[in-house]
């Protein structure tokens, strides 16, 4: 499988996984252009694709639907909450209800050759879902937008090479920040967003043998730093677990440009473009 981040952030996230019979996008929250421009990086075709898949109806998942849906008729999968979202804010009508797709929590759909598992989350959405993808014995899967995590969340992260994890806030950052305090609320609380310390807590529990790559993903432009994300989370690995060395890459996945791509399974992992504390800049 492949997995290429093309953006992640409070003000966007669109995530490609595909492989050499199907290729899908979670979440398309990012212009049409965009999203076009990070997939020809990657030498996918948009017209390939068979389907997105929308964990909610946040603007900054579901901006670059219409476009897509209408240059490239591509079928749009969520739950129901979240399809009646998306079909609210889309004022031009793009979105018929021939391009969506239902889908429901720990029910897998078949893309081809991939296996899509939709997962409970705690957001303040509509009817919000993570998402796990299978395919010829591998599992990669992504955990952003969600207040707080449990049994049931790591029971359907465990066992995944990949894993697009969210360190969306350093705690301080924000509570010292600009937001109004209503704001500062929603984001600490529990259908809120994962703060730095609870990613690493996170990630603690999702340690295997064969995990290949952790991407830090929807960071707050306003509350958080790429390095900083990048050394609370491995500190809190070395503080729980002792972990000085990690036996995985550890990135930061950007706001601006797609990450390189992962590729697993092939025999051979390709390099993920990992964030080396002198690079951490450059996700900025």
Not at 36 to 55: K, Q, R, W, Y
Not at 118 to 128: E, L, T
Not at 182 to 209: F, Q, T, V
Not at 247 to 253: I, K, N, T
Request: proline fraction near 4%; hydrophobic fraction near 35%; charge should be negative.
């Amino acid at each position: 499988m492949q997995i290429c981040s093309i953006a992640s952030g409070s003000s966007g996230n669109c995530i490609y996984i595909g492989d050499g019979d199907s290729r899908i996008l979670i979440d398309a929250g990012v212009s049409r252009k965009r999203i076009v421009d990070g997939l020809h990086s990657i030498h996918v075709a948009p017209e390939s694709l068979d389907a997105i898949f929308v964990t909610h109806e946040h603007t900054d998942h579901i901006q670059g639907i219409p476009m897509m849906t209408k240059y490239f008729h591509v079928p749009v999968y969520g739950t129901a909450g979240t399809l009646d979202g998306i079909r609210q804010k889309d004022s031009k009508g793009l979105v018929t209800m021939e391009h969506l797709y239902q889908v429901y929590a720990d029910r897998p759909v078949k893309i081809g050759s991939l296996e899509v598992m939709p997962f409970h989350m705690s957001h303040d959405a509509a009817d919000p879902v993570c998402y796990t993808v299978e395919a010829s014995g591998h599992k990669v899967g992504m955990a952003t937008d969600l207040g707080v995590y449990d049994d049931y969340t790591v029971s359907h992260l465990e066992g995944c090479e990949v894993i697009m994890l969210e360190a969306n806030h350093d705690i301080s950052m924000l509570e010292a920040g600009p937001y109004p305090y209503s704001l500062k609320c929603r984001i600490l609380g529990e259908r809120g967003h994962l703060s730095n310390e609870d990613s690493g807590r996170l990630l603690c529990r999702l340690l295997h043998d064969n995990l290949k790559h952790i991407f830090l993903a929807h960071l707050s432009k306003e509350n958080n730093y790429p390095e900083l994300a990048y050394e609370t989370v491995k500190c809190r690995l070395w503080e729980e677990l002792g972990m000085n060395t990690l036996p995985f890459d550890l990135s930061v996945a950007r706001r601006d440009k797609p990450s390189k791509l992962v590729l697993i399974g092939s025999g051979q992992d390709m390099e993920s473009g990992q964030l080396s504390l002198d690079l951490l800049e450059s996700a900025l």
